[in-house]
């Protein structure tokens, strides 16, 4: 049986500097798909966090190995722009899933119910915080409390 070894990807809507960390999410991205059998990189489309780590996972996936890992998308709805253009989407991620849970909840919890489910599912969480505030902060520090493994690529290494 295949072993998937799963990644949620969070990060703030604004990222004061998303090239300084550039270099830092391709590296954990290579080094994911080298110690593992597969990888499932879970994203969301909410901020500018989301559609960098997609690019770069699809840009590492592309330059090092693309056998091993898949891109999947977790809307916590159906939105308009997904159901308008649902064949792009599935050209550029490997699936598209829309959290039930999420899409029955009020809109304004629906964003947090779905982070906290790809939480639930993840094995590692690679994320951008560099400020305590915001749906990203709290997504991490459920995981946290939940013992998931975070790496902050907002912090130093030595941190």
């Known amino acids: 049986m295949l072993d998937i070894y799963t990644v949620a990807l969070f990060g703030h809507r604004y990222i004061d500097n998303p090239f300084r960390i550039e270099d830092r999410l391709e590296e954990e991205i290579r080094r994911l798909l080298s110690e593992h059998e597969?990888?499932?990189?879970?994203?969301?489309?909410?901020?500018?966090?989301?559609?960098?780590?997609?690019s770069a996972?699809?840009?590492?996936?592309?330059?090092?190995?693309?056998?091993?890992?898949?891109?999947?998308?977790?809307?916590?709805?159906?939105?308009?722009?997904?159901?308008?253009?649902?064949?792009?989407?599935?050209?550029?991620?490997s699936d598209v899933e829309i959290s039930y849970a999420a899409s029955v909840a009020h809109p304004k919890a629906a964003i947090?119910?779905?982070?906290?489910?790809?939480?639930?599912?993840?094995?590692?969480?690679?994320?951008?915080?560099?400020?305590?505030?915001?749906?990203?902060?709290?997504t991490v520090q459920y995981a946290i409390k939940q013992d998931k493994s975070v790496i902050n690529l907002a912090k130093d290494k030595d941190d």
Do not use: T
């Not at 400020?131 to 902060?137: F, N, T």
């Open 38 to 54: 597969y990888v499932d990189f879970l994203v969301g489309r909410d901020g500018e966090f989301d559609q960098f780590a997609s």
């Open 57 to 93: 996972v699809l840009r590492v996936r592309k330059q090092y190995r693309d056998d091993n890992s898949s891109l999947i998308l977790v809307l916590p709805y159906a939105r308009a722009e997904y159901l308008n253009n649902e064949e792009s989407y599935h050209d550029y991620y």
């Open 112 to 138: 947090q119910i779905r982070n906290r489910e790809m939480v639930d599912r993840a094995d590692l969480i690679l994320c951008c915080i560099e400020r305590e505030k915001g749906g990203a902060w709290q």
